[in-house]
């Protein structure tokens, strides 16, 4: 099983949609998630960051970790084109490296 | 002004070149990295520095070396370049350790003829 499982997409959504992004992980000791946004050929940026199980909002964005079913999944609320871009789920543990996922494209269409 | 910036932006080489990649950050970090992403997007860690001390090596290949004279820099030197090493390099940096957030540049794209 690999470490981080992501769907690739691509996810193609409407302007003003709700977009559900997911992870699931094997790995118990990551304790830190984090969600990258990376445009078209630019490096990724740090868009979520959380420790441990539960919510957080950051305006339109919400990201939700539980550790209990190793589930990790990211909200875009009313959602712009400028949010088309690839989403990579970052979860760390403690030591260990940051294991990325492979991404999920989106595209936001107006 | 630009957190972490690497050059070139872009480098096409031959087979059996030796080349170099180069990276900076102003952001006051203790820890570098350097990370492939291949054709598939997928994005892999290489190498980790902290301070100028090697911590992570991830069964890269001999002919990649990184060098870091400073804790704001961190090159990449590969040699022999293979058509396996297309891809796209990116520097990141981070305040101390794995478990603080990354700042990545914006990449270097290497292809080999």
């Known amino acids: 099983q690999k470490e981080v499982e992501q769907d690739p997409g691509p996810l193609s959504v409407p302007e003003g949609a709700i977009v559900s992004l997911n992870c699931t992980y094997s790995?118990?000791?990551?304790?830190?998630f984090m969600w990258y946004r990376q445009y078209s050929r630019k490096g990724p940026e740090l868009l979520m960051y959380t420790y441990s199980s539960g919510n957080k909002e950051d305006g339109r964005f919400t990201a939700q970790v539980d550790k209990s079913s190793k589930y990790i999944s990211l909200f875009i609320r009313d959602s712009q084109p400028s949010d088309s871009a690839t989403y990579l789920c970052a979860p760390q543990g403690g030591s260990e490296k940051l294991v990325f996922g492979k991404g999920t494209k989106l595209t936001v269409n107006p | 002004d630009t957190a972490v910036s690497q050059t070139p932006k872009y480098l096409v080489t031959q087979m059996g070149n030796d080349k170099s990649i180069k990276c900076e950050q102003n952001l006051g970090h203790d820890t570098m990295y350097w990370y492939k992403q291949d054709s598939k997007k997928f994005l892999k860690i290489m190498f980790s520095y902290n301070n100028k001390e090697l911590i992570i090596n991830e069964t890269v290949p001999n002919r990649f070396s990184p060098k870091s004279p400073d804790k704001a820099h961190l090159n990449l030197h590969i040699n022999s370049l293979e058509l396996g090493d297309s891809a796209v390099y990116f520097c990141a940096s981070s305040l101390q350790g794995w478990d603080q957030p990354q700042h990545f540049g914006d990449g270097t794209r290497l292809s080999i003829l």
């Open positions: 790995n118990s000791a990551f304790q830190y």
